[in-house]
């Protein structure tokens, strides 16, 4: 039975700042804890327990304090030695603000921009109210309001340090016309449901950015290549693609693609790849229309024969060489981990502690090593760095070391997969706490981890892509009314939940 | 023995194969055969569902990167009822092979 890590933890009364095993996010079968990460998580109990005590707070308090992420990241390092998260034994009793580099050089806070966002509304989990459901036994919670917008809004916002959220796409298709050939609109777009449709999630930004009287959510429009199909010919829809197309851009206003090449929304019983002939029309008509960013999944894939293997990121290379005026963001780093690994899933995935490569990451890379002239690609890191954080620093050491080496710091990009993994805080401190180990560095040439490096890919690099002004953006987030609420959230007592919301197994 | 390569996935479709269905013949096909030979119809569905073992507190299997479906049940029942026919129609020739 597979459960979310947050039940798990509450029945198990425990409450880490930092997931203490990998959770899927349903791109993978979740995987069992291992033993070190088990050791991780006695510590951070035991230490965060003893520590509340010394200063006088809750534990649940401490456990939702830079305090208790910073006592997470220590246990870390003592389990996996190697120091990957720089943390000094006093932050764990006293906050330490980091300060970074601004866009103008100035002195300030990281600018964080999420581009993987991801929330549902509730409406594909419609089955825990189904008679069947209630006949089986279970405890079923209200997981609409768990996993909902508000819920979004209060652990990507109140509980982090995040400034600006991409609205991330996941796949699937809209309906256009109803059977008299009336437009359909909203809900009525998506009968069976849909977990996050390209029009609930212009909604959504546009309700984010009226509450914060600022610019603090962009979305994304899931519209792909093979999602409307003429089954007479089987062959593409133009005339339908068009009209989505005109609908995403011109009246939900989406700031990027976002596609799946492995999946089949329109049940024609295959994929597309970035580089066919079906995906360059589509990126011609999309640049006819000013729009020129594609943030594609590759990677995290399953196991189906026919549409697995669409996830190999091999097609990226032939497309951003064909379309150098258009910025492909591949989701995931390209982290492969498919659907049937399991506690062997760094052999699975052909990782080589020598080299530090694996699966898919390394097709990615060598796109790259062959031709250094690429300039409109790059590796997003959600699931990705968060993952490879909790599951295995070094290698961690080694997928960032070679993202920057390889695209440079200027096109590594920050997104985290939350909520999957609760609130992003736990990422943002891990991060701004990694780095290289000087014998890594050393013999495979990666560079250190500054802090300019970490402005760049906390928010520098995507600000760039999507086009926003940071200096204009940072003015104006202290005056919003987002900022307001979380002041005064704060000032209450309000406190990040601690509960990660991907799957694990049920021990 | 060695598992036979079965091959669910790429027989015809027994009724209008969705994303999730082709996904779901995939993971079927990544099933021992002893395990399928356990099967009983007969099993209610919480008893199934505990039988599969992949499935989640929220009634449906955990079956990876399927966003648009949820293999509730009973689709989970139709397909592995189908795989139960495909593996006993092929299962000679594919031990055979083996």
Not at chain 1, 268 to 288: C, L, P
Not at chain 1, 474 to 485: F, H, K, M, Y
Not at chain 2, 23 to 31: E, G, I, K, Q, R
Request: charged share 25%; net charge negative; with cysteine.
């Amino acid at each position: 039975m597979w459960i979310r890590k947050g039940d798990l933890d509450r029945a198990k009364g425990i409450d880490t700042p930092i997931p203490t095993q990998v959770v899927s996010n349903e791109e993978f079968i979740p995987r069992p804890q291992t033993r070190k990460q088990k050791q991780v998580e006695d510590l951070t109990m035991e230490w965060g327990t003893n520590n509340a005590k010394k200063i006088g707070i809750s534990r649940r308090a401490y456990m939702a304090s830079s305090m208790g992420i910073a006592t997470a990241l220590l246990a870390s390092n003592c389990v996996y030695g190697g120091n990957a998260f720089e943390v000094g034994e006093d932050e764990q009793f006293e906050p330490r603000e980091k300060e970074v580099v601004k866009a103008n050089g100035q002195k300030g806070k990281f600018f964080i921009i999420d581009v993987q966002a991801h929330y549902s509304n509730g409406i594909a989990l419609n089955f825990r109210n189904s008679e069947t459901a209630k006949n089986m036994g279970f405890d079923l919670k209200n997981d609409t309001e768990a996993y909902s917008f508000r819920t979004f809004t209060k652990e990507m916002f109140l509980d982090s340090e995040t400034a600006m959220v991409v609205i991330s796409g996941v796949p699937g298709k809209e309906e256009q016309r109803a059977p008299d050939g009336r437009e359909l609109v909203d809900a009525e777009r998506t009968p069976r449901g849909a977990i996050l449709p390209s029009w609930l999630m212009a909604k959504s930004r546009n309700e984010l950015n009226q509450i914060a009287g600022s610019q603090r959510a962009l979305c994304q429009g899931n519209l792909a290549p093979n999602h409307y199909w003429n089954t007479a010919t089987n062959t593409i829809d133009k005339a339908a693609t068009l009209e989505q197309m005109d609908r995403e851009i011109n009246q939900y206003k989406i700031n990027s693609w976002k596609w799946y090449c492995h999946t089949d929304p329109a049940r024609t019983g295959n994929g597309f790849q970035v580089d066919d002939d079906n995906a360059q029309w589509f990126i011609e008509e999309s640049r006819k229309r000013g729009l020129k960013l594609m943030s594609v999944h590759k990677g995290y894939s399953y196991q189906s024969r026919t549409l697995g293997h669409l996830a190999n990121p091999k097609d990226i290379e032939k497309a951003a060489l064909r379309n150098p005026d258009f910025n492909f963001v591949i989701y995931h780093s390209a982290l492969k981990h498919g659907a049937t690994d399991g506690e062997n899933w760094k052999e699975m995935n052909e990782y080589n502690p020598e080299t530090g490569d694996f699966l898919w990451h390394k097709i990615l890379m060598d796109i790259k090593r062959r031709n250094p002239q690429i300039n409109n690609v790059y590796p997003e890191i959600g699931s990705f760095f968060n993952t490879l954080a909790i599951q295995d620093p070094v290698m961690c050491m080694h997928g960032m070391g070679l993202n920057i080496k390889t695209y440079g710091a200027d096109h590594v990009v920050w997104g985290t997969d939350c909520l999957w993994w609760g609130s992003p805080q736990w990422g943002i401190d891990a991060f701004k706490r990694f780095q290289i180990s000087d014998e890594l560095c050393e013999k495979h040439g990666y560079a250190k981890i500054t802090d300019e490096v970490r402005a760049k890919i906390f928010g520098l690099n995507a600000a760039k892509l999507y086009g926003v002004d940071v200096n204009a953006a940072r003015n104006a987030l202290p005056a919003d009314a987002l900022s307001q609420i979380k002041e005064a959230y704060l000032d209450r007592g309000g406190l990040r939940d601690n509960y990660f919301h991907g799957w694990v197994q049920q021990a | 023995m060695s598992e036979p390569s079965w091959n669910f996935e790429g027989e015809p479709p027994f009724e209008l194969r969705t994303e999730a269905g082709i996904n779901l013949c995939a993971y079927l096909d990544a099933m021992p055969d002893a395990k399928l030979k356990t099967y009983d119809p007969k099993m209610s569905d919480e008893q199934l569902m505990r039988w599969d073992d992949n499935f989640t507190d929220e009634g449906h299997l955990f079956l990876p990167c399927c966003e648009s479906e949820e293999v509730e049940v009973d689709m989970y029942r139709r397909y592995l009822e189908a795989c139960i026919v495909y593996r006993n129609r092929v299962r000679g020739s594919l031990m055979a092979e083996a």
